[in-house]
């Protein structure tokens, strides 16, 4: 499709032409010769379409008697709202407080309209009946591309239904069951690693460099108490478990963080104002050409995804190698995706880049609020030892655990449920009208853009009951659902075709890390001020979490 500025551009050409040639004659302009009647040319235009779009557009907009905030900005809605606070927060506030019918409409930045879905109704035809009519938003899937790379998280349509099927028997319950004793052998990995860490490690805290670099932030506070900074511990150890579990490759960062793979996510995630500079301009310029603006935050960034991307093609090359060599067929991920025969070597790579990124951020994510909420919440957290030590074997046993250990703890099973409710690590995600659609028999025209939000469905009274803030795992022991209603009013996952694919994956490997952790040790907030779950600053991104850290005073307690 022809875009707008290239339509400017043929128009204020043929103005110049005739009007240089004394054709037409405008009332009005400067003669700067035919560049100059250019430039005017494509001004006006500009200016007049702005006008229209910044003031005009969301007034006439057939969707305006749609309920929503009314406290906009003349040329920016909600925007000031939305940068003051968490992401995902305002949503959660209006979900709240403005009476809808499943939509709410608010304005973004120059007023352009956007919808928050809120209703379980309107939630499943967005995720499942009508999921094809939606897809991710461009600029976001560029944005996200350079680091996940296309594969089955970006694609769209037919493509997506395709990478889809030939993914899923990877992810088939049957099979992740067999991936536990991986998910339980990393989590032990990383307990002793924390344990050794808290012995070991100095009274004064980790020099500036070694922050930076992901590897330690640890302090200690006496002979068996160390401050933990949990946030790396948990990165390295999800890092390892998809390697292994997904690509069949250990890639060791629980036991050295100054690996490259892991140094490149480091690089890549790491909070710096030129990040969120890029960010802010990303608003106003396409990612296309972010990307190559001499930054160093760009630099850095485009360094690591080679690393990532070299990393992936390696795997795929020894994967193959194995394969041809007739050893036994591999039941991880990528050893799926390759018999399946269906993806070309590229395609391959973005594949294996897409499971690097989104099967080790959201899970280290999950981590840090688990953490969090135990650490907050000490009699739900000693509760749950107890459980842990009852039924599961000791660290140092050596003993392995299978699935249905997992399965029986109904404590752990409930802790878990209740963190991914209460903090899902992506609090929103978007979508975009790819046709004239509807939405509860709303009318959608093509291009209107839709918010999903786990933070404001998850924490919706309506859809949960009074208690809904409250951290409190009982409510998935009274009953399966959490006593809400219908499936989506936990949007953790999403639903439908573009759901999770690694959610059963993510949910094992996460039971099997909690267990180990609170089995192992005691811990406490070390910093008081986070007490307020309400005013902790929140990195903003495609995960949130506590944007200076997690820091816990952490024991271990002797005795399993
Ligand atoms: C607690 C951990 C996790 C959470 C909260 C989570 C959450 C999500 C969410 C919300 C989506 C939908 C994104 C969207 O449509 O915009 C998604 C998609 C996806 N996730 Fe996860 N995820 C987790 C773990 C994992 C793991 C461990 C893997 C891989 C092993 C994985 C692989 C994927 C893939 C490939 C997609 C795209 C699916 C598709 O579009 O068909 N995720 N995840």
Same mark, same amino acid.
């Given at each position: 499709?022809?875009?707008?500025?290239?339509?400017?551009?043929?128009?204020?050409?043929?103005?110049?032409?005739?009007?240089?040639?004394?054709?037409?004659?405008?009332?009005?302009?400067?003669?700067?010769? &035919?560049?100059? +009647?250019?430039?005017?040319? *494509?001004? !006006?235009?500009?200016?007049?379409?702005?006008?229209?779009? $910044? =003031? @005009?557009?969301?007034?006439?907009?057939?969707?305006?008697?749609?309920?929503?905030?009314?406290?906009?900005?003349?040329?920016?809605?909600?925007?000031?709202?939305?940068?003051?606070?968490?992401?995902?927060?305002?949503?959660?506030?209006?979900?709240?407080?403005?009476?809808?019918?499943?939509?709410?409409?608010?304005?973004?930045?120059?007023?352009?309209?956007?919808?928050?879905?809120?209703?379980?109704?309107?939630?499943?035809?967005?995720?499942?009946?009508?999921? &094809?009519?939606? +897809?991710?938003?461009?600029? *976001?899937? !560029?944005?996200?591309?350079?680091?996940?790379?296309?594969? $089955? =998280? @970006?694609?769209?349509?037919?493509?997506?239904?395709?990478?889809?099927?030939?993914?899923?028997?990877?992810?088939?319950?049957?099979?992740?069951?067999?991936?536990?004793?991986?998910?339980?052998?990393?989590?032990?990995?990383?307990?002793?690693?924390?344990?050794?860490?808290?012995?070991?490690?100095?009274?004064?805290?980790?020099?500036?460099?070694?922050?930076?670099?992901?590897?330690?932030?640890?302090?200690?506070?006496?002979?068996?108490?160390?401050?933990?900074?949990?946030?790396?511990?948990?990165?390295?150890?999800?890092?390892?478990?998809?390697?292994?579990?997904?690509?069949?490759?250990?890639?060791?960062?629980?036991?050295?963080?100054?690996?490259?793979?892991?140094?490149?996510?480091?690089?890549?995630?790491?909070?710096?104002?030129?990040?969120?500079?890029?960010?802010?301009?990303?608003?106003?310029?396409?990612?296309?050409?972010?990307?190559?603006?001499?930054?160093?935050?760009?630099?850095?960034?485009?360094?690591?995804?080679?690393?990532?991307?070299?990393?992936?093609?390696?795997?795929?090359?020894?994967?193959?190698?194995?394969?041809?060599?007739?050893?036994?067929?591999?039941?991880?991920?990528?050893?799926?995706?390759?018999?399946?025969?269906?993806?070309?070597?590229?395609?391959?790579?973005?594949?294996v880049m897409t499971f690097l990124a989104a099967g080790h951020e959201t899970t280290a994510t999950a981590m840090i609020w688990a953490i969090y909420l135990l650490g907050l919440h000490p009699a739900i957290q000693t509760r749950l030892r107890a459980e842990v030590r009852a039924s599961l074997p000791s660290p140092d046993s050596g003993d392995s655990i299978t699935a249905a250990d997992i399965e029986r703890l109904p404590y752990l099973n409930a802790v878990c449920a209740e963190v991914l409710?209460?903090?899902?690590?992506?609090?929103?995600?978007?979508?975009?009208?790819?046709?004239?659609?509807?939405?509860?028999?709303?009318?959608?025209?093509?291009?209107?853009?839709?918010?999903?939000?786990?933070?404001?469905?998850?924490?919706?009274?309506?859809?949960?009951?009074?208690?809904?803030?409250?951290?409190?795992?009982?409510?998935?022991?009274?009953?399966?659902?959490?006593?809400?209603?219908?499936?989506?009013?936990?949007?953790?996952?999403?639903?439908?075709?573009?759901?999770?694919?690694?959610?059963?994956?993510?949910?094992?490997?996460?039971?099997?890390?909690?267990?180990?952790?609170?089995?192992?040790?005691?811990?406490?907030?070390?910093?008081?001020r986070m007490e307020d779950e309400r005013t902790i600053p929140i990195k903003r991104g495609a995960t949130s979490k506590p944007e200076n850290g997690l820091w816990i005073k952490t024991r271990k307690v002797e005795g399993w």
């Amino acid at each position: 499709m022809v875009s707008k500025y290239t339509l400017f551009a043929v128009v204020a050409a043929v103005v110049s032409y005739l009007v240089g040639n004394g054709v037409i004659t405008p009332p009005w302009y400067l003669a700067f010769g &035919y560049v100059g +009647i250019f430039i005017e040319g *494509f001004l !006006v235009q500009f200016t007049v379409w702005a006008f229209y779009s $910044v =003031l @005009l557009k969301h007034r006439l907009s057939p969707l305006r008697h749609l309920p929503g905030p009314k406290d906009n900005g003349l040329f920016m809605g909600q925007w000031d709202n939305m940068v003051g606070e968490q992401l995902g927060g305002p949503q959660r506030t209006w979900a709240r407080t403005i009476p809808n019918d499943g939509i709410i409409r608010f304005l973004g930045i120059f007023n352009k309209e956007r919808l928050l879905i809120t209703s379980p109704k309107a939630l499943s035809e967005v995720l499942t009946t009508k999921s &094809y009519d939606f +897809i991710k938003p461009y600029e *976001f899937s !560029v944005g996200i591309g350079r680091l996940l790379g296309i594969g $089955v =998280l @970006l694609a769209e349509g037919d493509e997506h239904k395709f990478q889809r099927k030939n993914l899923m028997p990877a992810f088939a319950f049957r099979h992740v069951k067999s991936l536990f004793p991986i998910f339980w052998s990393k989590s032990v990995e990383v307990v002793f690693a924390i344990d050794n860490e808290i012995k070991n490690t100095a009274g004064a805290p980790p020099s500036e460099a070694a922050i930076d670099a992901g590897i330690s932030r640890d302090v200690k506070v006496n002979s068996d108490q160390a401050i933990v900074s949990v946030g790396q511990w948990f990165n390295r150890a999800t890092l390892d478990i998809i390697g292994l579990a997904g690509m069949g490759q250990d890639f060791n960062a629980i036991a050295d963080p100054t690996g490259d793979l892991y140094q490149a996510y480091v690089r890549t995630f790491r909070p710096s104002r030129e990040a969120f500079a890029l960010q802010i301009l990303s608003l106003f310029i396409s990612h296309a050409i972010i990307r190559h603006l001499p930054f160093k935050h760009n630099r850095e960034v485009n360094k690591s995804v080679k690393i990532i991307r070299d990393i992936s093609r390696d795997l795929i090359i020894k994967k193959k190698e194995r394969l041809a060599k007739g050893l036994e067929a591999d039941k991880d991920i990528l050893s799926v995706a390759l018999e399946s025969g269906a993806f070309t070597d590229d395609q391959l790579v973005d594949q294996v880049m897409t499971f690097l990124a989104a099967g080790h951020e959201t899970t280290a994510t999950a981590m840090i609020w688990a953490i969090y909420l135990l650490g907050l919440h000490p009699a739900i957290q000693t509760r749950l030892r107890a459980e842990v030590r009852a039924s599961l074997p000791s660290p140092d046993s050596g003993d392995s655990i299978t699935a249905a250990d997992i399965e029986r703890l109904p404590y752990l099973n409930a802790v878990c449920a209740e963190v991914l409710r209460h903090h899902s690590p992506v609090p929103m995600t978007l979508r975009e009208a790819n046709v004239n659609t509807s939405i509860q028999g709303v009318p959608v025209p093509k291009g209107t853009m839709l918010y999903l939000v786990p933070w404001a469905t998850n924490r919706d009274p309506k859809l949960w009951g009074p208690d809904v803030d409250e951290f409190e795992p009982e409510r998935w022991l009274r009953d399966a659902s959490g006593g809400a209603e219908t499936n989506y009013a936990f949007l953790t996952f999403i639903h439908g075709p573009r759901s999770c694919i690694g959610e059963k994956f993510a949910r094992g490997e996460f039971a099997c890390l909690v267990a180990a952790f609170v089995g192992r040790f005691e811990f406490e907030l070390a910093d008081p001020r986070m007490e307020d779950e309400r005013t902790i600053p929140i990195k903003r991104g495609a995960t949130s979490k506590p944007e200076n850290g997690l820091w816990i005073k952490t024991r271990k307690v002797e005795g399993w």
